[in-house]
């Protein structure tokens, strides 16, 4: 198995690729920034990645995951989101704050373990937070959805928060907002920068940041 440095560096150069065009090679800059390291730490992991055959890497240009790599991304992001699965369905923990336990158990928990979590929850296809979990082989289901920021006024169904602070989390789950729930986005003011949000539980309009509505995605309907 990957040592937990290893596969941090796997999911972040994922999830910076995933912003941009098919293969396009991430700057390091990137990479340093979402890890919170220097860019010459970069640098040297990289020389790691590559002797490990993980990675496409061009000093100066930037860095990709390979085939191998991007499996091995999957296999950690199936361990993550499995977890939190399990730590809010049979832990009954809120899931506002699995993420951070989610972080560690990510790099420890073994096969054996994951596929018994994996039957014990019936082989969930999406996390507490509606992200879809990675199969067993590696294949990730993309939803088709938007971002709420991007959305005309009309009727909605929330599918996914991608948003793992927990005071944000909490304070959705409060306006009884979770993948799943109904919402109807009634106006939008492009002077102050906000939506303002219609939900079948609260009497009074929600008003919500065009930034914070980046991280809700939704369906029609
Ligand atoms: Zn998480």
Not at 95 to 104: L, Q, Y
Not at 133 to 138: A, D, F, K, Y
Not at 139 to 149: G, I, K, Q, W
Not at 173 to 195: F, I, M, N, W
Request: glycine share 4%; proline share 7%.
């Amino acid at each position: 198995m990957p040592s937990s440095t290893v596969e941090n560096y796997l999911k972040a150069i994922w999830s910076l690729q995933q912003s941009l065009p098919e293969d396009t090679l991430v700057p390091v800059g990137h990479v340093a920034e979402k890890l919170s390291v220097t860019p010459g730490t970069v640098t040297t992991m990289m020389r790691q990645l590559l002797k490990k055959e993980l990675v496409h890497y061009t000093p100066r240009k930037g860095v990709m995951l390979n085939d191998a790599g991007r499996v091995e991304a999957m296999k950690v992001l199936r361990r993550h989101r499995l977890v939190e699965t399990f730590l809010v369905e049979v832990m009954k923990l809120d899931w506002a704050e699995v993420h951070e336990d989610a972080e560690v158990l990510e790099h420890v928990i073994s096969d054996r373990l994951l596929a018994r979590m994996d039957e014990m929850l019936s082989h969930p296809t999406h996390d507490p937070h509606g992200a879809p979990i990675p199969s067993e082989s590696g294949e990730l289901h993309r939803d088709l959805t938007s971002s709420l920021a991007d959305c005309a006024p009309g009727h909605y169904t929330l599918t996914r928060v991608r948003e793992d602070k927990p005071a944000f989390l909490q304070w959705l789950a409060q306006q009884g907002l979770k993948p799943g729930s109904a919402l109807e986005l009634t106006a939008r003011d492009v002077h102050a920068d906000t939506l303002t949000l219609s939900l079948p539980h609260q009497e009074t309009p929600v008003q919500l940041s065009v930034p914070a509505a980046k991280s809700l995605l939704v369906a029609h309907g």
